[in-house]
């Protein structure tokens, strides 16, 4: 069962490979898979939420794409934008990785 453990929201910057693309608004939550005896399932998790992506200057090529988020707070968050009105979507798999990705 996912449990929702943490909502952020300020002014971060998107990254692609260590470069800086833009400062961006976000609205970020972390949910984390958790056992019935309530014990965190280590690397399953999923990151849901918004940043200002705007598709009149902002290119289309960031879509899809494995990008990071750096937090107010300085935490790095890796994230996927998933469509052209700012979502992101991440989803982790646990210490073992599926085959799907």
Sequence with gaps: MMKL???SAGVGELEL???VLRRVNYEIRRFQ???ASGMPVPGMHRIEGVIDYDASRDPGEWVGVP???RLEDGRAL???LAD???RV???GHG????LCC
């Excluded at 210490?95 to 599926?98: A, E, I």
């Design 5 to 7: 453990v943490e909502t």
């Design 17 to 19: 490979e260590g470069r």
């Design 33 to 35: 898979e958790m056992l």
């Design 67 to 69: 990008l990071t988020l």
């Design 78 to 80: 890796g994230v996927t």
């Design 84 to 86: 052209r009105e700012g």
């Design 89 to 91: 979507l991440t989803e």
């Design 95 to 98: 210490p073992t990785r599926c």
